[in-house]
T-cell receptor, first 112, second 113 residues
């Protein structure tokens, strides 16, 4: 019930491609869905987040698509660059002080 | 200042040593967290402090002892660790009531020999 299932585990795309990372959840109490980006040797950093009242959110080259009925959300990276190579974690929260539930992560490599 | 600062960046310790990890933030956040992260895994929550009081302890072994001396500082005291405790230890902070928006430090890479 508390899990967030993330796929794929790893992803390799060419520069300029659009990698897509998918997450699914079961707990309908979740109401906040962030994505964190982590570079080697660094802590995760909040990239973009969405709440269930919208189906899509864009920030620069990053887009979250959200499907409430399917209980799925995904991250799209437009015009991907080698500098986007990192591990991406989706997460979910039921708000307030409830700890985040993280997906297992996706290692993205963008090759020139 | 939007940084969470952790020291040291790297630490090697023997199983009989006592050491401490330190974390500092000056964003006015009153919720502070310790996470453990193994290679290629997501962060695992260890402890949460809210207004300098321990609010969540995720059944962490007593060889890990957290301390929150004031609203800006968080320590993790380590004693008699095991090799399997080797990991990246991450500190994070957030506004109370907004625990979903975490600000992470860069972590301390701990190796237990």
């Amino acid at each position: 019930q508390q899990q967030v299932k993330q796929s794929p585990q790893s992803l390799i795309v060419q520069k300029g491609g659009i990698p897509i990372i998918n997450c699914a959840y079961e707990n309908t109490a979740f109401d906040y869905f962030p994505w964190y980006q982590q570079f080697p040797g660094k802590g995760p950093a909040l990239l973009i987040a969405i709440r269930p009242d919208v189906s899509e959110k864009k920030e620069g080259r990053f887009t979250i698509s959200f499907n409430k009925s399917a209980k799925q959300f995904s991250l799209h990276i437009m015009d991907s660059q080698p500098g986007d190579s990192a591990t991406y974690f989706c997460a979910a929260s039921s708000g307030g002080n409830t700890p985040l539930v993280f997906g297992k992560g996706t290692r993205l490599s963008v090759i020139a | 200042d939007t940084e969470v600062t952790q020291t040291p960046k790297h630490l090697v310790m023997g199983m009989t040593n006592k050491k401490s990890l330190k974390c500092e933030q000056h964003m006015g956040h009153r919720a502070m967290y310790w996470y453990k992260q193994k290679a290629k895994k997501p962060p695992e929550l260890m402890f949460v402090y809210s207004y300098e009081k321990l609010s969540i302890n995720e059944s962490v072994p007593s060889r890990f002892s957290p301390e929150c001396p004031n609203s800006s500082l968080l320590n993790l005291h380590l004693h008699a660790l095991q090799p399997e405790d080797s990991a990246l230890y991450l500190c994070a902070s957030a506004w109370v009531g907004l625990g979903e928006k975490l600000f992470f430090g860069s972590g301390t890479q701990l190796s237990v020999l």
